[in-house]
């Protein structure tokens, strides 16, 4: 019984940290997701997008009068790299 524990136990533990890093990583593309909202609507009303980037790399678009966020940030110990995008009407400005 000792030696099956022994041989299992690494791929146990891979398998729940593998667990945790996926959730991890979902929490944050929901909150990217949600700062990629608040840079586009930012941007349409003429304030600065930066503020709501959170350290995450940001790029503007403008498309007519749509204004387009995306924001990008390295995950799991740059392994995935999450990115989302979100417009907003630019007639704010």
């Known amino acids: 019984m000792t030696a099956e524990l022994a041989a299992a136990l690494p791929a146990?533990?891979?398998a729940i940290g593998l667990a945790v890093?996926?959730?991890a990583a979902a929490a944050a593309q929901v909150a990217l997701e949600q700062?990629?909202?608040a840079a586009a609507r930012a941007?349409?009303?003429g304030d600065d997008?930066?503020?709501y980037a959170g350290g995450a790399?940001?790029?503007i678009d403008r498309h007519g009068e749509l204004v387009c966020a995306e924001l990008s940030r390295d995950a799991l110990?740059?392994?995935l790299t999450l990115v989302a995008r979100s417009c907003a009407h630019g007639g704010g400005r």
Do not use: E, I
């Open 49 to 51: 997008p930066a503020a």
């Open 12 to 14: 146990a533990v891979l």
């Open 35 to 37: 700062s990629a909202g």
């Open 21 to 23: 890093g996926g959730v």
């Open 77 to 79: 110990a740059g392994a």
């Open 57 to 59: 790399r940001l790029r």
């Open 43 to 45: 941007a349409g009303r």
